[in-house]
């Protein structure tokens, strides 16, 4: 990670840690729909509500686009929270928005991608948030069965687990975020939201969650 990535990735987690989106709890982990445990809690729609983190992570997110993935003919957005922070990226990089469902629509045209559909085009997904890349990547697989070239994907965040890396190797998808769990650790004892005591018990949980206070 070179400087200008790495002080745009700090800044993005102190952001996220100010306005609590992300939310470290070690002594009290929270649960995800898994069963995993764990000492973090990332909700990245709270940026959507905090214009000046909103209009940061927007025109990050557009200039990883311009550096990463050339050729970019459309955006699409991962349901649900993908959904706002690829709309505001296609806004500012003037290309078609279309959104991938978890899941096809139940009635009317029962869609599972919304929007315009135009086989062969070159789309760039966007997510939220990374954890093992098994959504995002369905939605890739969705997007490429209905035609289209998936250049590759955005997240704001990452936990940076190594299945994630594992799975966008097989997938063949070039994934880029704008901060990840390291970083945001680094920034989480500088500012005081955890102690350097705590910082080996949240390294082990990285490495395997799956394990952690089982």
Partial sequence: MNEANKATALKIASDLLSIEAIKLNINNP??????????IYCDNRMSLSYPETR????QELAKAAREHFQGYEAVAGVATAGIPQGALLADVLGVPFIYVRSKPKGHGMENLIEGKVDPGKKVLVVEDLVSTGGSSLKAAQALREAGYEVLGMLAIFTYGFPLADENFEKAGITLHCLSNYSIMLEKAIEMGYVGADDLASLEEWRKAPALWRQ
């Avoid at 929270?30 to 000492?39: Q, Y």
């Avoid at 209009?55 to 927007?58: A, D, E, M, Q, V």
Wanted: hydrophobic share 35%.
């Fill in 30 to 39: 929270f649960t995800w729909s898994s069963g995993w445990k764990s000492p």
């Fill in 55 to 58: 209009t940061f992570i927007k």
